[in-house]
C-alpha cells in the first residue's frame, strides 16, 4: 500500500477509472448479450451443436452412404439412384413398408385413444391419485429391451400369462399363438408398443386437460350440457392442439421402432413384423451392405419429412 | 538499404527448424514407441454358454499368458444371442475396439483381417491337420485369414422319457421315421419344436441339412448357378410343411435361437435342434430334466446321407490394431495344445477342435451324451456348402432366404410360389 498521498491519490483515481472502464465493460456486454438475437442463439447454440453432432451428422453420412455401393470393411463405390432402383424390385422391401404403416397407423390410433381414456381418468380426484400417476409412467421408464423381455414370457405359448389367462379362464381351450403367426406376431408388437407408448399420451393430454379453465365447464354445466356435451363441445376442442402435437410425435418415434420387434421377433415369422427401422439394421449390419441399408432407411424420411412440415405449419398457425 | 536476401529467415527455414526441434525433442519417445511392447491386448468373443470354459481363460490363461510375456489380455465378453456380430461390424468401421477376436460372419470383412497362415498352417501340422470343410470359411485367396478354433455342434435334442412313453426306442433313423415319431409324441401332448424363425443357428441347424439329404443344395459349387430349382425341393419343402403342422408347436415357426432352449426347459417339447447347451443348463437347473435329455444324429434324406450344419468358432486379428505382430503371437500361443487342450477341455468339448489330433482324446468321455456332437465334424458342412463362404452366402444367411422359403410354406403359401420367391432373391444376390 502507498504512504504517498499524492501516489496514493493518483492510484485511487487510476483504480476508479479501471473500475469505471470495467463496469462500462460489463454492462456494455450484459447489454449485448441481452439483446433478443444474441440471446437466442447464446441459448440455441449448445443444442444445436449437439443435434449437429449426433444427428446431423449419422443423417448426412447416411444420405452420402444412400448413394453409394459400400460394404463393410470395403470402398465406396458411387451408385448414384442404384440402391434405390434395388429397393424397388425387392419384396421384402415392400412389405417392410407395408408393415411399417400398418403399425404405425394402429399402435398410434389405440395409444391416442388409450391415452385420452388415461388422463380423463387421472383428472378426476381419488385416493393414491399422485402414486398412481407415477405408475402409469413406468411402461414408459423401463429400458425397451427390458421390458420387451418380459413380453415375451408373456406371450409364451404355454407358460405365457395371456394364454394361462384364456386357458383357465375358459374362454379358450388351447392358447394363442402369439408370436408363430403372422397376424397374430404383427398384433402382439402392435400391443407391446402401445403398452409402452401409451403414458407419453395420457400424461401430456393430462397436462392439457389441466389448462382448461373450470369455468368453460362450468357456463356449460348451466347451460344444460350433459356430461357427453362438454367432453365433445370443451373438453376435446381445448385438448385438439395437445393432441395433435403429440400424435405427431408419436407417429414419427413409432415409424422408426426398433427395439421391441428386433428383441420380439427379428421381423419373422418370414418377414411379417419386418418393419423399415428392422430390414435396415438387417440389410446394413447383417448383411454388410452399408448404403442399401442406409437407402432403406432413407426411405423413411420423406414421410416423416411431411409430418413434420404439417407440425410446424400448424405450430405457427397456433 | 537493401538487406542481403540469405540472411532473411524464410518460412522454409523456419519449417526445418521446428520440424528438427520436434526431432530432437520426439527422438526419445519414438525410440521408446518402437522398443515398447503392448502392454495389453484386447480379445473379444461371445460368452460361452459352459461357464467354466470362459472362467478358465479369465482365471488360468490369461495369468499364464501375464507371467510369461508381461502383456495383459483384456478379455471383453460379448453377450450371446446375436449382439456379437453387430459389435464387431461396429468395431471393424471404427477401426477400434479388439485386438483380435472371434471373428463372427468373416466374410463381412476378411479385408480388415490379417493374414494368419503362418499360424493356421503350422498348428496344422502339428496336429494331425485340419478338417477340410472349415479351410472352406477360413482361407480367402489362398491365405488363412482366421484361424479355426472349434465347432458349436448342433444335433437333435429329445426327451428320452416321452420317447420311451411314445414307443421310439431309437432316436429316428430317417426324416419320414422322424415324422412319425413326431406324430406319436404330439398326440401324447409333447410336440417338437423346430425352430424356423430369424435366428441365427437353430433353423439352419436342421433345415439345411435336410435340404442336403434330399440331394439339394442353394448353389453350385463355384456359387455362380442357383441350383435349388428342382423337383426335389419341393419335395423338402412339403415334407416340412407337414412336419410343421402334424408335429410341431405353432409358435416355433417364429422363434429366435432362446426360444426354443426356454420352451425345452419348460417341458413344451419333446425334441429341438440345438447345442448340447439345453442339456448344460437341465444339469444344473433342472436336475431330474437332465437326467432324460438326449442327443440324436440328424436324420438321412432321401439320398442315403446324414448331414450336420457347421457352427464354427474362428479367431482373427484386425489389421487396424496397433499391434497386429503381438496379438498374432498370442493365438499362436492359445493353439499350443498346453494351453488349448486344457481351454476346450474347460468347456466339457462343448467346443470341439477342427484338429484331428483331438479326434480321439479322452475329454470326449467326460460325458457320453456329448460324443454324438462330434460326429458332427464327420459330416459337418458350412451352410454355404458347395459354394465358397462370401458375402453373398452372408446375405442369403442374413436375409433368411431358405429358412423364409420353408416358413412361407408352412404359414400356407404354394411350393411352387416359395422356391421361386427364393430363388429369384438368390438370383439378385448372387448377380
Redesign the interface.
Known amino acids: 500500500m502507498s504512504t504517498n498521498p499524492a501516489v496514493g491519490t493518483s492510484g485511487a483515481a487510476a483504480l476508479e477509472a479501471r473500475a469505471y472502464r470495467s463496469v462500462g465493460l460489463g454492462r456494455r456486454l450484459r447489454e449485448f448479450i441481452e439483446r433478443e438475437w444474441v440471446f437466442s442463439w447464446l441459448i440455441l447454440t449448445p443444442p444445436l451443436l449437439f443435434l449437429l453432432c449426433f444427428l446431423g451428422y449419422p443423417f448426412f453420412y447416411g444420405v452420402y452412404l444412400s448413394f453409394f455401393r459400400r460394404?463393410?470393411?470395403?470402398s465406396p463405390t458411387f451408385v448414384g439412384f442404384g440402391n434405390f432402383v434395388?429397393l424397388a424390385?425387392?419384396?421384402?422391401f415392400w412389405q417392410s413398408v407395408g408393415n411399417t404403416i400398418k403399425f404405425t397407423a394402429a399402435a398410434t390410433v389405440l395409444k391416442a385413444t388409450g391415452g385420452l381414456g388415461m388422463a380423463l381418468v387421472m383428472n378426476q380426484n381419488f385416493r393414491m391419485k399422485a402414486i398412481t400417476r407415477a405408475l402409469l409412467l413406468l411402461p414408459f421408464i423401463v429400458p425397451t429391451v427390458l421390458s420387451t423381455v418380459a413380453w415375451?414370457w408373456i406371450y409364451?405359448?404355454?407358460?405365457g400369462l395371456f394364454n394361462r389367462l384364456l386357458v383357465e379362464s375358459g374362454l379358450a381351450t388351447k392358447g394363442v399363438?402369439?408370436?408363430?403367426?403372422?397376424t397374430m406376431?404383427m398384433i402382439s408388437i402392435i400391443i407391446v408398443n402401445t403398452w409402452r407408448g401409451l403414458p407419453f399420451f395420457g400424461i401430456s393430454i393430462l397436462a392439457g386437460l389441466q389448462t382448461i379453465p373450470v369455468e368453460l365447464h362450468e357456463s356449460a354445466t348451466i347451460d344444460g350440457a350433459s356430461t357427453w356435451g362438454r367432453f365433445r363441445y370443451v373438453t376435446l376442442p381445448s385438448l385438439l392442439p395437445v393432441i395433435f402435437i403429440v400424435t405427431t410425435f408419436s407417429i414419427i418415434l413409432t415409424f422408426f421402432d426398433f427395439q421391441l420387434v428386433y428383441v420380439l421377433?427379428?421381423?419373422?415369422?418370414?418377414?411379417s413384423t419386418h418393419l423399415m427401422a428392422t430390414y435396415a439394421y438387417?440389410l446394413s449390419?447383417?448383411?454388410?451392405?452399408m448404403g442399401l441399408g442406409s437407402a432403406v432407411a432413407l426411405s423413411m424420411v420423406p414421410v416423416l419429412g411431411l409430418l413434420l412440415v404439417l407440425l410446424t405449419l400448424y405450430v405457427r398457425k397456433d | 538499404m537493401k538487406r542481403p536476401v540469405q540472411s532473411r529467415p524464410g518460412r522454409r527455414d523456419f519449417l526445418k527448424l521446428t520440424a528438427g526441434a520436434a526431432a530432437i525433442v520426439g527422438a526419445p519417445w519414438i525410440a521408446r514407441k518402437v522398443e515398447a511392447k503392448p502392454t495389453t491386448i484386447v480379445f473379444a468373443r461371445e460368452s460361452s454358454y459352459v461357464k467354466n470354459f470362459d472362467e478358465h481363460f479369465i482365471k488360468v490363461m490369461i495369468p499364464a499368458y501375464q507371467k510369461a510375456t508381461g502383456i495383459k489380455i483384456d478379455y471383453q465378453i460379448q453377450a450371446a444371442g446375436g449382439s456379437a456380430v453387430p459389435q464387431l461390424v461396429s468395431m471393424v468401421e471404427n477401426k477400434s475396439g479388439a485386438d483380435l477376436a472371434w471373428v463372427q460372419q468373416e466374410w463381412l470383412y476378411r479385408d480388415a483381417l490379417v493374414d494368419v497362415s503362418d499360424i493356421a498352417e503350422a498348428v496344422g501340422k502339428e496336429n494331425g491337420g485340419w478338417y477340410d470343410e472349415i479351410k472352406l470359411l477360413s482361407v480367402d485367396n489362398g491365405k488363412w485369414k482366421s484361424v479355426p478354433q472349434a465347432n458349436i455342434g448342433q444335433l437333435m435334442v429329445y426327451r428320452k422319457d416321452w420317447f420311451d412313453e411314445a414307443g421310439i426306442k431309437q432316436f429316428p433313423e430317417t426324416w419320414d421315421e422322424f415324422l412319425e415319431a413326431g406324430i406319436k409324441l404330439k398326440a401324447k401332448g409333447h410336440p417338437f419344436g423346430m425352430s424356423m424363425g430369424h435366428g441365427f443357428a437353430d433353423n439352419y441347424s436342421w433345415l439345411y441339412p435336410l435340404l442336403w439329404s434330399y440331394g439339394v443344395t442353394v448353389m453350385d459349387k463355384a456359387g455362380k448357378k442357383v441350383a435349388l430349382d428342382t423337383s426335389e425341393t419341393a419335395k423338402a419343402v412339403d415334407y416340412v410343411r407337414r412336419l410343421y403342422k402334424e408335429t410341431c408347436i405353432e409358435d416355433c415357426i417364429g422363434w429366435l435361437d432362446p426360444h426354443n432352449n426356454k420352451a425345452f426347459l419348460t417341458s413344451q417339447i419333446s425334441c429341438t435342434n440345438n447345442a448340447y447347451s439345453i442339456m448344460v443348463s437341465a444339469k444344473r437347473d433342472l436336475p431330474e430334466m437332465g437326467k432324460v435329455i438326449e442327443h440324436g444324429l440328424n436324420p438321412k434324406g432321401p439320398n442315403g446321407q446324414r448331414y450336420h450344419a457347421l457352427v464354427p468358432v474362428t479367431h482373427g486379428v484386425f489389421a487396424y490394431g496397433p499391434e497386429p505382430q503381438a496379438a498374432k503371437d498370442f493365438l499362436r500361443w492359445t493353439m499350443d495344445p498346453k494351453q488349448f487342450r486344457p481351454w476346450i477341455a474347460s468347456g466339457d468339448m462343448y467346443f470341439a477342435p477342427y484338429l484331428h489330433a483331438y479326434d480321439k482324446i479322452p475329454e470326449w468321455d467326460i460325458e457320453p451324451r456329448v460324443k454324438p456332437y462330434h460326429k458332427v465334424l464327420e459330416t459337418g458342412k458350412l451352410t454355404s456348402w458347395p459354394a465358397p463362404a462370401n458375402r453373398a452366402h452372408g446375405t442369403v444367411i442374413n436375409r433368411w432366404v431358405v429358412i423364409d422359403m420353408f416358413s412361407k410354406a408352412c404359414l400356407g403359401a404354394p411350393t411352387k410360389t416359395v422356391i421361386a420367391e427364393a430363388v429369384t432373391q438368390l438370383k439378385q444376390i448372387y448377380g
Open positions: 460394404e463393410v470393411a470395403g434395388t424390385s425387392d419384396p421384402i415375451q409364451d405359448p404355454g407358460l399363438s402369439w408370436l408363430g403367426n403372422p406376431a421377433t427379428g421381423g419373422g415369422p418370414a418377414n438387417s449390419v447383417g448383411v454388410g451392405q
